[in-house]
């Protein structure tokens, strides 16, 4: 079983600042398997990154995916207000799914 | 509007059973592999059970094998999870998502298969307390 390990677990940052969250697998993961989701309290998550690369549908550039193998990264160029939420990763396996645990961006 | 809207939470005893429902819409729901994905209160999101397009595949998570059953009515365009001997720790909100497929050519024959899950519901609430 594949095991996604987000870092950090919370990042605290101001507006207009840039954030890195990385998400390191337990064995090598094909890129076109990695998915990023971010999700705000109260609701579903959105899928923002699929690919590891590519962004989803109405997502601003902003955000950006990157990595192969065991190491990926998800990075917001600029911290705009609506990006302070939970961020996962997650893997697709013939016989299952994996979520990383997730990083927290709040507010500084 | 392609929406899904999860149904059938509530309270239950532990070693309770419960079934969730799943109904899709504004998509061509046979087509597609379905997924139930949990977040207990306060943690991350936990993968459940995963059923492809025409119920051949199924799987489960290792948490929920044997317990929980997932099945769909493709007529009714319906997504459903049949859980029983549930446990306190069965306690979250209950997500259906689907499941992408997109096949993009990479020339000379190869092929990549990008498998993500696009759309989400609002999710269910289960609470399993005495």
């Known amino acids: 079983e594949i095991v996604l390990t987000q870092s950090p677990g919370t990042l605290s940052l101001s507006p207009g600042e840039r954030a890195t969250l990385s998400c390191r697998a337990s064995q090598s993961v094909s890129s076109s398997y990695l998915a990023w989701y971010q999700q705000k309290p109260g609701q579903a998550p959105r899928l923002l990154i699929y690919?590891?690369?590519s962004r989803a549908t109405g997502i601003p550039d902003r955000f950006s995916g990157s990595g192969s193998g065991t190491d990926f990264t998800l990075t917001i160029s600029r911290l705009e207000p609506e990006d302070f939420a939970v961020y996962y990763c997650?893997?697709?396996?013939?016989?299952?799914?994996?979520f990383g645990q997730g990083t927290k961006v709040e507010i500084k | 509007e392609v929406q899904l809207v999860e149904s059938g939470g509530g309270l239950v005893k532990p070693g309770g059973s419960l079934r969730l429902s799943c109904a899709a819409s504004?998509?061509?729901?046979?087509?597609?592999?379905m997924n139930w994905v949990r977040q207990a209160p306060g943690k991350g999101l936990e993968w459940v059970s995963s059923?492809?397009?025409?119920?051949?595949?199924?799987y489960y998570a290792d948490s929920v094998k044997g317990r929980f059953t997932i099945s769909r009515d493709n007529a009714k365009n319906s997504l459903y999870l049949q859980m029983n001997s549930l446990r306190a720790e069965d306690t979250a909100v209950y997500y259906c998502?689907?499941?992408?497929?997109?096949?993009?050519?990479?020339?000379?024959?190869?092929?990549?298969?990008?498998?993500?899950?696009?759309?989400w519901g609002k999710g269910t609430t289960v609470t399993v307390s005495s």
């Open positions: 059923i492809s397009s025409s119920s051949s595949y199924i």
């Open positions: 997650q893997q697709y396996g013939s016989s299952r799914r994996t």
């Open positions: 690919g590891a690369s």
């Open positions: 998502a689907r499941e992408e497929l997109q096949i993009a050519a990479a020339g000379t024959g190869v092929f990549y298969y990008y498998y993500y899950m696009d759309v």
């Open positions: 504004g998509f061509t729901f046979s087509s597609y592999s």
